[in-house]
């Protein structure tokens, strides 16, 4: 068996700390703390070149457990549907109504963070009720 390995998740965005800093808010994700020598990560970054100031920010699990996630500054803007997503576990051992109410309260929660509500998707015969949102620069995710 080949060995597990970490990894990280990379967005291409607009504007890398701006989605950063809604992950972190979703999944209670934090900032990792500024290079040696600088007090905060803006002070850091007004070191760079002009082109790379804002062009990357990163978070990750406070545990150390899930991945690290990475967000680098593309020119173009979103065309097409993701073609990977996150699920967001939020309904785990939970069915019927109750998962339900639980996917609205966090749909609630990160609506008022900037994200979009997509669609619902009620349970059927094969998979249990979902609820699809988007970032707050229109990357899909699903709380599931």
């Known amino acids: 068996m080949p060995p597990i390995r970490k990894f990280q998740v990379t967005f291409d965005c607009a504007q890398p700390e701006r989605v950063a800093r809604f992950w972190c808010e979703v999944l ?56 990977v997503h996150l699920d967001v576990r939020v309904g785990t051992g939970l069915v019927g109504e109750e998962r339900v109410a639980a996917l609205e309260a966090e749909c609630a929660r990160l609506e008022a963070l900037g994200a979009a509500r997509v669609r619902l998707q009620l349970a059927d015969e094969e998979n249990e009720s979902c609820l699809t949102m988007q970032d707050v620069e229109g990357n899909e995710f699903c709380l599931d």
């Open 28 to 83: 209670g994700y934090v900032v990792p703390p500024p290079p040696e020598g600088f007090e905060t990560w803006d002070a850091y970054d007004r070191t760079l070149p002009p082109e790379r100031q804002g062009s990357a920010f990163a978070c990750g699990d406070p545990a150390g457990e899930g991945p690290r996630l990475f967000f680098q500054r593309v020119p173009e803007g979103k065309v097409v549907k993701n073609r």
